[in-house]
Structures are given as C-alpha cells and as structure tokens.
T-cell receptor
Framework: DVKVTQSSRYLVKRTGEKVFLECVQD?????MFWYRQDPGLGLRLIYF???????EKGDIPEGYSVSREKKERFSLILESASTNQTSMYLC??????????????FGPGTRLTVL | AQSVAQPEDQVNVAEGNPLTVKCTYS??????LFWYVQYPNRGLQFLLK??????LVKGSYGFEAEFNKSQTSFHLKKPSALVSDSALYFC???????????FGKGTTLSVSS
C-alpha cells in the first residue's frame, strides 16, 4: 500500500515563527502536493511538484514556499506564520506514469494552529 | 476552467436507506472524476474514479457513482447506508494540465440508526 506520512499531526506555533511541514511518500511517486483544508472551502492547492527541485504554484501560494530536494520528500514552509494560516494541511502524492487518471494518495494531515 | 460543485453541505439518511451525494462538474476536454471520503481528523481516502467506459463505477465500501455526461454530474450512491458511512465526502476533477485535483467544498453525510 502507498503510504504518505506527515511529520506532525498537531502543531502549535506563534505568529512570526518559521514553520516546516514535512511529507514523505514511499511509492516512488513523481507528483507531490500540498493542500490546505478549511471548513466550507474544501481543499485548496498551495503548491505541487512533479519532480525533484521542480515546483508549481497552486491556487493559494501566498505566504508559503516549498522544497523538494529528494523524490520522496516534499516540504511546506511558512516563512512567517500568521493567524490566517491556521488550518489543516494535507500532503498527497500520485504517479505520473500512464497519464492523468491516477488517484492521489493523502497523508493523515497536520492541524496547524498559529497563535 | 475546471470546477466542481457539491450543492449540498449536508445529507441526512437513515441506516438501511439508499444514499446519494451529488456532484456536478465543468471541464474542457475529457472529465477525470474522483470521490474521496474523510473520517474525522484523518486524511482523505480514495473511493472511486471515472476515467472512461461504463457510466456506473463501483468503488470501495459498497459505494458506486453514476457518470452522466449530458447532466455533467457524477453522483455518489450506495444502496443501503451504514452508520459507519457518516463522514465528509469530496468530489474532485482533474485539472486541465492533468496534474492536480480540483475539489468541491465537501458534503457531510450523516447516517442515523
């Protein structure tokens, strides 16, 4: 089974702190994604990566950056956390081989609270 | 632009009754459609997908979905609901670039005993 793991289930940070959210997948997937989930808004794409050191902005990249130095690991960085970044963050991965119809596999999520 | 709509925030159904969770979509080109379920404080779990072929797609946990091209819908169904089906359900469509997914806002399914 595909496994996507996230470094923390719950995280509490203070405004202005630099925050790192880590995601690791074990299925050699090319694509990796970061979403944030907020009630009534569904999932919104922050950034995705289709290869090592490659990244693309999603719908809401402001205030975030990402890093992908190794194929299995995709990090989301909040350079200076703000209270409006309090949210559930979900990492996902998918295979590139075979076209656009592969499902994404999700990690358990990190619930981040910024005080 | 691709988009997905889930017109109901919440669906309530009694255990044993059939359930339907609605989804409509807007795409340019071929639609690649997905349903996911999320249990409390968990990540999303894949249920089923439509790529091409038969309009009735069967998935995990007894769920199925009916693709209707003329109505641009992809409703999730189950013949007999269980209390354990209570969860948040998301419909999604593949984006135009064929990489990311565009999600609906989600529908909370509540099954009462």
């Amino acid at each position: 089974d595909v496994k996507v793991t996230q470094s923390s289930r719950y995280l509490v940070k203070r405004t202005g702190e630099k925050v790192f959210l880590e995601c690791v997948q074990d299925m050699d997937h090319e694509n990796m994604f970061w979403y944030r989930q907020d009630p009534g808004l569904g999932l919104r794409l922050i950034y995705f990566s289709y290869d090592v050191k490659m990244k693309e902005k999603g719908d809401i990249p402001e205030g975030y950056s990402v890093s992908r130095e190794k194929k299995e690991r995709f990090s989301l960085i909040l350079e200076s956390a703000s209270t409006n970044q309090t949210s559930m963050y979900l990492c996902a991965s998918s295979s590139l081989a075979g076209g656009p119809y592969h499902e994404q596999f999700f990690g358990p999520g990190t619930r981040l609270t910024v005080l | 632009a691709q988009s997905v709509a889930q017109p109901e925030d919440q669906v309530n159904v009694a255990e044993g009754n059939p359930l339907t969770v609605k989804c409509t979509y807007s795409v340019s080109g071929n639609p690649y459609l997905f349903w996911y379920v999320q249990y409390p404080n968990r990540g999303l779990q894949f249920l089923l997908k439509y790529i091409t072929g038969d309009n009735l797609v069967k998935g995990s946990y007894g769920f199925e979905a009916e693709f209707n091209k003329s109505q641009t819908s992809f409703h999730l169904k189950k013949p007999s609901a269980l209390v354990s089906d209570s969860a948040l359900y998301f419909c999604a469509v593949r984006d135009q670039a064929g990489t990311a997914l565009i999600f609906g806002k989600g529908t909370t399914l509540s099954v009462s005993s």
